[in-house]
């Protein structure tokens, strides 16, 4: 089993083994100790609009253990009654971490160690904006080959003044796991097959997330699903992290940005390919929800696919060489190799042809899509 894999010495694994945080707070074992991973430089303020964060030092008097310290401190948010149980949290957490960690560090003086046992606690800001997101880092080093880590991550609701849980970011009763887990799965498949990283396979292996997952959103506003190390990997591929793109998952955010294209689209029977200017048969459409369908046999045949129909399965197929993908006709489901794909918009059956958003082009077969000065679809692939 891969719990059996992590082999610390008895005080390496008392010092974070009490803390009483969710699941997501699990105890990983980090680099050894002359191989710390680096914290980026914390700034002492970062501005959020009206929402902020400082660095709080807590330091030790205690002699021969090595003390470095920084929690981060929340202000700004309209509650705060709220903001001061947070913060409250962070700091209960970090000083109840410090405490273990002297404690065994008094017991290990009895025994004449060599090295200086340490402690080290920051954090991480990854998103400053709607959801204010960051990463809370405790290390510690009480001797054995490798320190152990616990990485507790923060995903604040800045306007209504709350944790974000993963099921928040959801619309109510969408398939958000299903959708989630074929995009991890998808991930994990790629990356074993280039030899990025290697992942538990079987029974160890990933199966789902979990109804507490970490996660947290990044920069670019996408969200990333997090795992500690040997939750689902072996040590050597670190701290698993799965960033999922906003496109992928649009059609079951609470919050649906348009899609540029779609709008901007007034050409419907006219439709450039790699460069050449085509008539359509079928013209193009635009669904309820405001999407531009497109119909699959005949683009994907001006873009050299072999074409099937699964009547019984209500299933259109595209295949050119190595490259297969496919539609679930009143499905959102779509289908690239041997992984699944959501659309914003499910494909339609009408008059015995399929028609699929215009998005299928990028997200589903990886291709590029624009719209031209007259309002007409550009596909490049």
């Not at 320190?147 to 209504?160: A, P």
């Not at 991890?184 to 507490?212: A, H, L, P, V, W």
């Not at 906003?246 to 940005?257: A, Q, R, S, T």
């Not at 193009?284 to 699964?310: H, I, Y």
């Amino acid at each position: 089993m891969k719990n059996k894999i992590i082999l610390l010495g008895l005080a390496g694994s008392l010092i974070l083994g009490n803390a009483s945080i969710a699941k997501d707070n699990q105890y990983i074992e980090a680099t050894n100790k002359n191989r710390l991973i680096k914290q980026p430089p914390i700034n002492a303020e970062v501005g959020m609009k009206k929402v902020k964060i400082t660095s709080e030092t807590i330091k030790s008097n205690t002699e021969d253990i090595d003390v470095d310290v920084k929690i981060p401190v929340v202000k700004g948010l309209k509650d705060e009654i709220y903001q001061e149980q947070l913060n409250y949290k962070i700091k209960s957490t970090a000083k109840k971490d410090l405490n273990e960690f002297k404690k065994i560090a008094e017991e290990l003086k009895e025994l004449n160690i060599e090295w200086t046992p340490e402690i080290r606690i920051n954090y991480e800001i990854k998103s400053d904006e709607d959801i204010l997101s960051f990463v809370v880092t405790t290390y510690s080093y009480v001797g054995g080959a490798n320190g152990m880590s616990r990485k507790d991550y923060y995903n604040i609701d800045i306007k209504g003044n709350n944790i974000v849980k993963l099921e928040d970011l959801f619309k109510e009763n969408s398939n958000y796991r299903t959708v989630l887990n074929d995009e991890i799965n998808r991930q994990i498949k790629k990356q074993m097959t280039t030899n990025e990283k290697m992942y538990f396979e079987g029974e160890e292996g990933f199966k789902s997330i979990k109804d507490d997952q970490s996660f947290y959103i990044n920069e670019s506003k996408n969200l990333v699903i997090v795992f500690q190390m040997y939750d689902i990997a072996p040590r050597s591929s670190g701290y698993p992290e799965f960033e999922i793109p906003k496109e992928n998952i649009v059609h079951i955010l609470k919050e649906v940005e348009p899609i540029t294209a779609d709008s901007k689209i007034t050409s419907f029977d006219r439709i450039i390919i790699n460069k050449e200017e085509r008539k359509l048969e079928n013209p193009m459409f635009q669904s309820e929800k405001g999407r531009v369908m497109m119909p699959l046999s005949e683009v994907a045949k001006a873009l050299d696919f072999e074409v099937t129909w699964d009547g019984k399965n209500k299933v259109a197929s595209m295949k050119k060489g190595p490259v297969s993908a496919g539609a679930y006709v009143n499905h959102d489901r779509y289908y690239f190799l041997k992984s699944f794909v959501y659309l914003e918009e499910k494909a339609q059956l009408i008059k015995g042809r399929t028609y699929v958003p215009i998005s299928f082009i990028q997200q589903v077969l990886q291709g590029q899509i624009t719209v031209n000065e007259d309002g007409m679809l550009n596909i490049i692939y």
